[in-house]
T-cell receptor, first 115, second 112 residues
Framework: DTGVSQDPRHKITKRGQNVTFRCDPISEHNRLYWYRQTLGQGPEFLTYFQNEAQLEKSRLLSDRFSAERPKGSFSTLEIQRTEQGDSAMYLC?????????????FGSGTQLSVL | SQQGEEDPQALSIQEGENATMNCSYK?????LQWYRQNSGRGLVHLILIRSNEREKHSGRLRVTLDTSKKSSSLLITASRAADTASYFC????????????FGKGTRLSVIA
């Protein structure tokens, strides 16, 4: 069990640049979630996939954000024209079939700093 | 938005003491879960309690749920320095099919 893997661990970018993060879930997990966490707060839901279908998106996910899971395996989260308010930890999680919303397995996150 | 509200926001205790954290939530739930997060890392699932359960144990953890008060508590007994972390409650609304909603967390410091 290799766990949920996120890449990169840290990203520093300048305002206005585009960034892309990758998440590799645990192999047999069909659900994949993206959360965002700022300092001192709990994770806030962004979006989730069941296999390759994106089933729900939060209002937090502005049109500058896009997520994909093209083959139902890994996922990417892209932020276009980054703003300083996008600085946060971006967490990916996955869960197995038959245990929806009963236990999420989280990656270590990607820490984004927008200068 | 965050449904859960943990209390206290921060807690500092001596090793060997018990730590109690509380969580209140707003809407009816299917289940409630507790997660732990070490600084700068992802979250780790600790325990799940369903809406029809009142108490659950796992090792040194004890969780209670009071659906009439929309609240839960997490008790860590005989705390260790390694228990130092942030603890979050997360709820699944009654439909059961919407993603987990996390609270703001309690930062626990266990001093050796």
């Amino acid at each position: 069990d290799t766990g949920v893997s996120q890449d990169p661990r840290h990203k520093i970018t300048k305002r206005g640049q585009n960034v892309t993060f990758r998440c590799d879930p645990i192999s047999e997990h069909n659900r994949l979630y993206w959360y965002r966490q700022t300092l001192g707060q709990g994770p806030e839901f962004l979006t989730y996939f069941q296999n390759e279908a994106q089933l729900e998106k939060s209002r937090l996910l502005s049109d500058r954000f896009s997520a994909e899971r093209p083959k139902g395996s890994f996922s990417t989260l892209e932020i276009q024209r980054t703003e300083q308010g996008d600085s946060a930890m971006y967490l990916c999680a996955s869960s197995p079939p038959g245990a929806t919303n009963e236990k999420l397995f989280f990656g270590s996150g990607t820490q984004l700093s927008v200068l | 938005s965050q449904q859960g509200e943990e209390d206290p926001q921060a807690l500092s205790i001596q090793e060997g003491e018990n730590a109690t954290m509380n969580c209140s939530y707003k809407t009816s739930i299917n289940n409630l879960q507790w997660y732990r997060q070490n600084s700068g890392r992802g979250l780790v699932h600790l325990i799940l309690i369903r809406s029809n359960e009142r108490e659950k144990h796992s090792g040194r953890l004890r969780v209670t749920l009071d659906t009439s008060k929309k609240s839960s508590s997490l008790l860590i007994t005989a705390s260790r320095a390694a228990d130092t972390a942030s603890y979050f409650c997360a709820t699944v609304p009654n439909s059961g099919n919407t993603p987990l909603v996390f609270g703001k967390g309690t930062r626990l410091s266990v001093i050796a």
